[in-house]
């Protein structure tokens, strides 16, 4: 008998999903947030991911005090002490390394790190950490019982590495182990492959379980329920000049910058006897049909009225993030002086969302004080930053921008000064 069993059942039929509001509101759910992530339930996407690792190891039979875990490219994270305190062992993997791109795991001593973030003590020998690359994973095989990661599947390069890892963790499974993994799903017309962060199109995401050894559920579920709390959500307000309130937000649906994303589980097994079977995506044309709808919605009301966008400093100029606008006048005020009484040169950066990127600038507008806002024609599926340039080099003075759409189509853009094609 174990903590884990004293689970309620669980109402998700088929675990190998996307998140949805109502995912929260599971008994076994509740109870393994609580339980065992000892965390205050709340809308966090890395929450529902851990929860969801957990009750599919659980309803797999993984988590007993005879079993031996492997977690991949785990970090620090929390799920780690939850499941060790269910079974004999867990060996803990990343790319741990003093200069890592990830601050998180910088160092040259895993096992200090990873023990030093135990919420609650685990008893000596449990947890062993060390650096090993998922593509590569340095275990014989038939090792583990299960494995698991959480957020890392997207960060580790292209499709022959992610069927390399899939292939790996086939490896080190005994026969009948479990990997579940979580990444991120995209409600567009195919995966961004955004170097080390891919969101993957659902049908490329099953193309990937499919090229492995490994055995997936049948079915991929993309159906997210209607829900206030499942409509697109802004992901970081940062660029609105509003980070304290990124800690209060926690979109189930995610709106970034002209793309919806949605956290998945993925439940695969070694079972090289079973047919081998592509999974089947369901649900996510009609989703994604209701999310855009939504997204418009979204989009409208929040360049309905002036939104103030805070540019970064770069080198001379001062740059906001890329936003995104659908079809329509964008107007812009500036609030900037030159020190030289020069006008002030704000080019529009235009990129598509997704890769191939091709940022390029639209244009270049110029503004002296007393003129009325700048504006430009913003088109669908395209994103927009704006670069204030001063002959003053920048120095002294704030630079501050405000953005909305305009109310009234515009015929025409003005001041326009040149058309540049590379930024
Ligand atoms: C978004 S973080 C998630 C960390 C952790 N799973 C969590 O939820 O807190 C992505 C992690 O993937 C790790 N990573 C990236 N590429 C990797 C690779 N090839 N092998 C192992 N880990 C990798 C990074 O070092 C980083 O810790």
């Known amino acids: ?9 669980c109402r998700i039929d088929n675990l190998q999903k996307v998140s949805d509001i109502y995912d929260w509101f599971d008994p076994a759910v509740d109870h393994v947030v ?7 339930p709340g809308v966090s ?8 690792i957990f009750l599919a190891l659980h309803r797999a039979g993984k988590l007993h005090d005879g079993a031996r875990g492997l977690a991949l490219g785990a970090g620090t994270e929390r799920l780690i002490f939850a499941i060790a305190d269910q079974v004999a062992h867990v060996d803990v993997t990343d790319l741990y390394q003093s200069d890592s791109r990830w601050v998180g795991v910088r160092t040259d001593d895993p096992q200090e790190l990873v023990m030093a973030h135990a919420p609650w003590p685990v008893p000596d020998g449990r947890i062993r950490a060390m650096r090993m690359d998922m593509r590569q994973i340095e275990f014989p095989d038939d090792s583990f019982d299960f494995a698991w990661s959480t957020g890392s599947f997207e960060h580790i390069g292209e499709d022959a590495d992610f069927v390399r890892h899939l292939d790996e963790v086939h490896r080190v499974l005994k026969p009948g182990g479990v990997y579940a993994f979580t990444t991120v799903v995209s409600y567009g017309s195919e995966s961004h492959r955004i170097p080390n962060n891919y969101y993957f199109h659902p049908e490329h995401f099953v193309d990937l379980l499919h090229a492995s050894k490994l055995r997936s559920q049948p079915v991929f579920d993309c159906a997210i329920r209607e829900h206030h709390f499942n409509k697109p959500g802004l992901e970081s307000l940062e660029d609105f000049g509003c980070a304290a309130a990124d800690g209060q937000l926690h979109a189930v649906v995610a709106w970034r910058r002209g793309t919806i994303n949605v956290a998945n589980l993925a439940v695969l097994r070694k079972d090289d006897a079973a047919p081998k079977v592509r999974p089947e995506v369901r649900g996510f044309g009609e989703t994604k049909a209701r999310l855009w709808r939504e997204a418009d919605i979204l989009t409208r009301r929040l360049w309905a009225d002036w939104q103030e966008l805070k540019p970064r400093r770069s080198g001379t100029d001062h740059v906001t993030g890329p936003q995104y606008f659908g079809r329509g006048a964008v107007e812009v005020e500036v609030d900037a002086v030159d020190r030289n009484g020069a006008a002030i040169d704000v080019a529009v950066l235009v990129r598509r969302p997704a890769p191939p990127l091709g940022r390029r600038i639209l244009t270049t507008l110029q503004h002296k004080p ?9 088109q669908a599926d395209h994103l927009y930053a704006l670069r204030v340039s001063r002959s003053d080099g920048g120095d002294g003075g704030t630079v501050r921008l405000r953005l ?15 058309t540049a094609t590379a930024a």
Do not use: C, N
């Not at 609580?34 to 205050?40: A, D, E, G, N």
């Not at 996407?45 to 969801?52: G, L, P």
């Not at 007393?370 to 913003?378: C, N, S, W």
């Open 404 to 418: 909305r759409r305009a109310k009234k189509r515009v015929a025409q853009l003005r001041p326009v000064v040149a």
């Open 45 to 52: 996407r890395r929450t529902w991911e851990f929860a969801m």
């Open 1 to 9: 008998m174990t903590a884990s069993d004293s689970i309620p059942d």
């Open 34 to 40: 609580r339980r065992h992530l000892k965390v205050v």
């Open 370 to 378: 007393g003129d009325g806002p700048l504006i430009f024609q913003a």
